[in-house]
């Protein structure tokens, strides 16, 4: 596999089933890789055979092993690839981009997702609170039990029960007195109706929150529509913040 700029060819040098649906998979000779230091940060990996990416939370990274964590679900590029015995291919990353930020004055921490957002949760958990407290809701069809760290906060599991529950649920939560942050992601339709509860209802300035849509619901295996590229680097032009790029990137999924 060819290596671009910004982008790195790694092997699989592990491979763990975690639970029925989240595979670990564990890079190594990736030394290239300089991580963001941003505790949700991500990387587009391209399959051996593809050449489209799919977006992955860098769950670890400690200099020699990278380690992704992958939902397996009902069909997909990544996660058919993830099920087969990978150990020993050589895959490629981008370089890494991340979006959480705490503010110095939040006394509380709130992260909600479904899996795609656990490999993130509990890495914000372990690095970017600062000891405030926290509570992780991680919707998942089953638990990953020990997945969290025992320092981690409160976590607290939610059965899998419909698509549109999680958006539902967030709106019943009861938000503690006092600045605080909010991170989410899930499924892009679930996280449009939240950016437009926390913007409307709660009236939430934009560096409270991250929310971030992770994947589309409801089609095939596809190229993506729509190029998340260009809308970040015209909104990066424009002086946008992440979250305003998320959102119209939200939107454009929107209208596919
Ligand atoms: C910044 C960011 C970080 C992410 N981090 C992670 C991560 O750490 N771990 C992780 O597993 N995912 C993560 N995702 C989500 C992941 O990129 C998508 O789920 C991706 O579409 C999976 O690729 P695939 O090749 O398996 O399926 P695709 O070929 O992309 O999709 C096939 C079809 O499957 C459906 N689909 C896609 N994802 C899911 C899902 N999770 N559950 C049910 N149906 C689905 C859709 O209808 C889609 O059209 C992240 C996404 C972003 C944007």
């Known amino acids: 596999m060819s290596e671009r700029p ?5 092997t699989v040098v592990r491979r763990e089933q975690l639970s029925p649906h989240l595979v670990r998979i564990v890079l190594g000779g990736v030394e290239s890789f300089t991580s963001t230091g941003i505790a949700d940060e991500w990387v587009a990996l391209v399959v051996p055979g593809q050449y489209q990416s799919r977006y992955y939370t860098v769950r670890s990274w400690d200099g020699e092993e990278l380690v992704l964590d992958v939902v397996v679900h009902e069909e997909g590029l990544v996660t058919q690839w993830a099920q087969t015995d ?4 050589v895959v490629a990353i981008s370089d ?9 004055d939040a006394e509380w921490v709130y992260l909600v997702g479904d ?10 958990a372990e690095e970017s609170v600062g000891g405030r407290p926290v509570h992780i809701w991680a919707e998942a069809v089953h638990e990953v039990p020990g997945y969290f760290g025992a320092d981690a906060g409160v976590v607290t599991w939610l059965p899998r029960a419909q698509e549109s529950a999680l958006a539902a649920f967030v709106e019943t939560l009861e ?8 991170w989410m992601a899930g499924e892009s339709a679930q996280m449009r109706a939240i950016r437009h509860y926390v913007r409307r209802e709660l009236g939430w300035g934009a560096d409270r929150h991250d929310l971030m849509g992770y994947w589309s619901s409801g089609r095939g295996r596809r190229a993506r529509a729509v190029d998340p590229a260009p809308i970040y680097a015209r909104g990066r032009a424009a002086g946008l ?5 998320w959102a119209e990137y939200d939107e454009a999924r929107g209208r596919e």
Do not use: N
């Open 115 to 124: 899996l795609t957002a656990v490999p993130a949760m509990a890495r914000i």
């Open 241 to 245: 913040t992440d979250e305003q790029i």
């Open 175 to 182: 938000w503690p007195a006092g600045p605080g942050y909010f």
């Open 96 to 104: 890494a981009k991340g979006s959480c930020s705490v503010p110095e």
């Open 6 to 10: 910004g982008t790195h060819a790694a």
């Open 86 to 89: 990978c150990v020993g291919d």
